[in-house]
């Protein structure tokens, strides 16, 4: 990450997104605080094991908050930090780039 500060910003962007699945759970999150079973359910695509390993480096990079509510049975959610917050016009942005990429590479490949 020290290189990518150094050389570029959006690089910055790319290295904490660019996991797999990152950018679709960091979305479920918009809504507000999310319980690992909900956001399993919301991408059933992903499993387990990379869901928590994708969730543990958003949490490192200080893009995501587990709380864990010292209840039985267990009740851990994750929720979004200010700095995770502050990803939404990114990701919309990002997403409406890639809706004309998409577009444009379609018309361009017919």
Not at 29 to 51: H, S
Not at 62 to 82: A, F, M, N
Not at 87 to 103: C, K, N, Q, R, T
């Amino acid at each position: 990450m020290a290189v990518a500060l150094q050389t570029c910003p959006a690089e910055v962007v790319v290295a904490v997104l660019g996991g797999t699945w990152k950018i679709t759970v960091v979305k479920a999150m918009f809504d507000g605080p999310i319980r690992f079973g909900d956001l399993q359910r919301q991408v059933p695509e992903v499993n387990r094991k990379t869901l928590t390993r994708q969730l543990t480096e958003l949490e490192a990079d200080g893009i995501v908050i587990r709380t864990d509510h010292g209840e039985l049975p267990l009740r851990v959610d994750y929720r979004l930090t200010e700095l995770g917050a502050a990803l939404h016009p990114v990701i919309v942005a990002m997403e409406g780039w890639g809706s004309d990429y998409a577009a444009e590479i379609t018309v361009g490949s017919g």
